[in-house]
Every structure is written in structure tokens, then in C-alpha cells.
């Protein structure tokens, strides 16, 4: 959604022409790490980046995530899910440890294996066409073996991939099977789910925008600039921070990323740090779907804790002193009359003080 049609005819193929993706995620630790919401293991499946199934080592269950998937898919459906995950579950644990040898590891760190799999579709009106499929592993956040689709082959882009590479690549049946699985099932899959699922997948939210500046933590003469898109649907976004209405470089930004949101929405962020006296005009500029005109909301130019910070400063410095005044006024006629009417002289001391899953061959 970079551009905007000038031509009718142009606007109405750039709606109508769509793409929409299915892709099932896993994760696997080394071992367990002792943080909240953190498992050795999990799976989830999502379509058009909404999460609709999920797995976890802990509850070893496959359980639904959106109402229309609980509803459309019988029980049966969840206890062969189930049964496949612990499977993967299983063969995901005996490849770490087979991964952490060949790479010689150390077995008191934490590392992590992971496989995406999964198709995307085009759709133009009525007319669905595949698009590509993914199938790729990843070791400690680097790519580590991917399926080319095109060729019907395994691509190892590190050396300590190509043992396994070479060992699958031997197996004609596994890559005719994986390529047509990318191709075929799980086009139907995403096509079936689609229509489950139609009515929920269709509806779509504008974002909510939001800019605001706070002191900057390493520079106190400085603040953080923010502009805030969130509760979108879909995810594709535009949002820049502009100055006099020229988007500022991206390098000299600090962005979020699109981040999901609990409800299934989507959420950008994006900073600069400027000086806290600053006389330019900022705006925030968003770009999505469901708006006929972006959405261009000029900053204040006000700090939420710094000016109020200073204010609020003033006002409680302001309302201490002259309650000190009183008490010392107080304090002195006090004393002065306790003195004149005994005689006593006295020295007062105060001081104020955060789905699918093909069995491929062990790695090794």
C-alpha cells in the first residue's frame, strides 16, 4: 500500500488484487529457561499474520485461537493436531542436542532451532493463484537450510547445513513431497480457512495515532519524539515522523516494528530524539487500507513529564515554601514567647529531607 492510483480503472485492480498467507511456526530451547510465558517448545499457526492455532510444551495441547476456528473444526481435527505436535515436540529436542554438537556448543547456553513452513496465495477477484512456498531452518536466529521450491531442492547456506542437505537431497520422494505439500495441501488449507473464517478475516480496523515526546533518559536537554500507530488490521502500515512535512531519514529513527497487539490487531512505533527547545514543526504521517486520507497529527510541541515535571515542580515548590514560612513564623513566635515567659532559651534543630509436519530425517 505505497501508492495511491490517480486512475479509477488502476484503484479498482489495486483492491481487488490481493495476497494471503498460511504459515505454521516452531520453536524449540536447548533446554528450559525459567521466564514467565517462555517454553522449550511451541507451534502456532497464522493466517494472514492472525494466529489461529497454538501449541506449547507445557500444556501439550492444540488448541484454537480465533472463535471460528473452534467452531468450524471438529474435535477430531484438534486430537490428531495435538498428537503431531507432540511428535514434533519429540523430534525438535533430539535435533537441538544433534545441532549443539556439530556446532560445538556449549551445553549451558541456551540455543534455539526453528522451522517456518508455509504458501502464499494471489488473489485477483475470483481467480487464486499460488504464489510461493517456504520451508526453512533456523539455528540461534541464523538461516540454516531452506527448501527452493523451484528446483525441488534443499539450499544450505552455512557449511554445517550441508551434511543435511546432502542427505535429504538423496530422498527425491521427500522434496516431491515437500514441494507439493507448499504447492497443493497447503494452498487448500489456507483456501479452506479463508472461508471459515471469511467474515472475521474481511473485517479490518483503522489505526489509532497518537504523538507524544518525553525527556530523554541519556540527555536531560533532550527529548523522544514518538509517534504511535495501533489497533490496525491489516498489518501493512506506512508511518513517518516528518519535519516541516519532510519524512525524517530512516536511519535517524528508532522504529518498534509491527508488533501484534492481544486482539489480533497490529501496532508501530517509531522515535527520534530532538532538543527539548525545539521550534519545528513535527507531525506524524499514517498510511493504511481502511483510510481514505492518511492520518497527519502535528505534535504540541509539549513534553509529558518534562513540562509538567516543571509545573508541577513550581506549584508544589511553591505551596512547600509558604507552609514553611508558616511553620517557621510559627515555630519563632512560639519560641520567642515560651522565652519571654520563662525565661529559657532554646535551639531548634530541623531539617527537611520497568499441521502439517513432514518427518524429514534427523539432521545429522
Known amino acids: 500500500y505505497t501508492f495511491v492510483p490517480?486512475?479509477?480503472?488502476?484503484?479498482?485492480?489495486f483492491i481487488l488484487y490481493k495476497k494471503h498467507s498460511l504459515y505454521y511456526i516452531y520453536t524449540a530451547l536447548s533446554k528450559p529457561v525459567d521466564l514467565p510465558g517462555i517454553y522449550q517448545f511451541t507451534a502456532m499457526g497464522l493466517l494472514d499474520g492472525r494466529q489461529i492455532d497454538y501449541y506449547n510444551s507445557d500444556g501439550q495441547r492444540k488448541i484454537p485461537k480465533q472463535q471460528w476456528m473452534k467452531e468450524k473444526m471438529q474435535e477430531d481435527y484438534w486430537?490428531?493436531?495435538?498428537?503431531?505436535?507432540?511428535?514434533k515436540e519429540q523430534w525438535f529436542n533430539v535435533n537441538v542436542d544433534i545441532l549443539m554438537k556439530r556446532m560445538r556448543h556449549n551445553e549451558s547456553d541456551v540455543h534455539v532451532l526453528q522451522w517456518?513452513?508455509?504458501?502464499?496465495?494471489?488473489?485477483?477477484?475470483?481467480?487464486?493463484?499460488?504464489?510461493k512456498g517456504i520451508d526453512e531452518y533456523s539455528y540461534d536466529g541464523e538461516n540454516f537450510l531452506s527448501f527452493d521450491d523451484k528446483e525441488s531442492q534443499w539450499v544450505a547456506p552455512v557449511d554445517a547445513a550441508?551434511?543435511?542437505?546432502?542427505?535429504?537431497?538423496?530422498?527425491?520422494?521427500?522434496?516431491?513431497?515437500?514441494?507439493?505439500?507448499?504447492?497443493?495441501?497447503?494452498?487448500?488449507?489456507?483456501?479452506?480457512?479463508?472461508?471459515?473464517?471469511?467474515?472475521?478475516?474481511?473485517?479490518?480496523?483503522?489505526?489509532?495515532?497518537?504523538?507524544?515526546?518525553?525527556?530523554?533518559?541519556?540527555?536531560?536537554?533532550?527529548?523522544?519524539?514518538?509517534?504511535?500507530?495501533?489497533?490496525?488490521?491489516?498489518?501493512d502500515v506506512i508511518l513517518s515522523i516528518r519535519k516541516y512535512r519532510s519524512p525524517l531519514p530512516e536511519d535517524e529513527i528508532e522504529s518498534s516494528r509491527i508488533r501484534p497487539n492481544h486482539?489480533?490487531?497490529?501496532?508501530?512505533?517509531?522515535?527520534?530524539?530532538?532538543?527539548?527547545?525545539?521550534?519545528?514543526?513535527?507531525d506524524c504521517f499514517v498510511k493504511h487500507r481502511t483510510l481514505k486520507e492518511p492520518i497527519i497529527i502535528t505534535w504540541d510541541g509539549k513534553c509529558q513529564d518534562c513540562t509538567k515535571e516543571t509545573i508541577l515542580g513550581m506549584v508544589i515548590g511553591a505551596v512547600?515554601?509558604?507552609?514553611?514560612?508558616?511553620?517557621?513564623g510559627a515555630l519563632v513566635y512560639f519560641l520567642r514567647r515560651r522565652k519571654n515567659i520563662a525565661g529559657?532559651?532554646?535551639?531548634?534543630?530541623?531539617?527537611?529531607?520497568?499441521?502439517?509436519?513432514?518427518?524429514?530425517?534427523?539432521?545429522?
Open 162 to 235: 550441508v551434511p543435511t542437505k546432502r542427505k535429504w537431497d538423496k530422498v527425491p520422494i521427500l522434496n516431491q513431497y515437500t514441494k507439493g505439500y507448499l504447492e497443493k495441501e497447503c494452498v487448500d488449507w489456507l483456501n479452506k480457512f479463508r472461508d471459515y473464517g471469511e467474515q472475521e478475516l474481511r473485517e479490518s480496523s483503522p489505526p489509532d495515532v497518537h504523538v507524544f515526546a518525553k525527556r530523554c533518559t541519556t540527555d536531560k536537554n533532550k527529548v523522544k519524539l514518538t509517534c504511535l500507530a495501533t489497533g490496525f488490521y491489516p498489518k
Open 6 to 13: 490517480k486512475s479509477p480503472r488502476l484503484q479498482v485492480i
Open 344 to 364: 529559657d532559651s532554646f535551639s531548634p534543630l530541623f531539617r527537611i529531607n520497568a499441521a502439517f509436519f513432514l518427518f524429514h530425517f534427523f539432521i545429522d
Open 263 to 282: 486482539d489480533g490487531t497490529y501496532q508501530l512505533r517509531k522515535s527520534v530524539i530532538i532538543q527539548e527547545d525545539e521550534k519545528a514543526e513535527y
Open 116 to 131: 517456518r513452513h508455509g504458501c502464499e496465495i494471489e488473489r485477483q477477484g475470483d481467480e487464486v493463484k499460488f504464489s
Open 79 to 87: 486430537e490428531k493436531g495435538t498428537q503431531s505436535r507432540k511428535s
Open 320 to 328: 512547600i515554601g509558604v507552609v514553611l514560612m508558616l511553620a517557621v
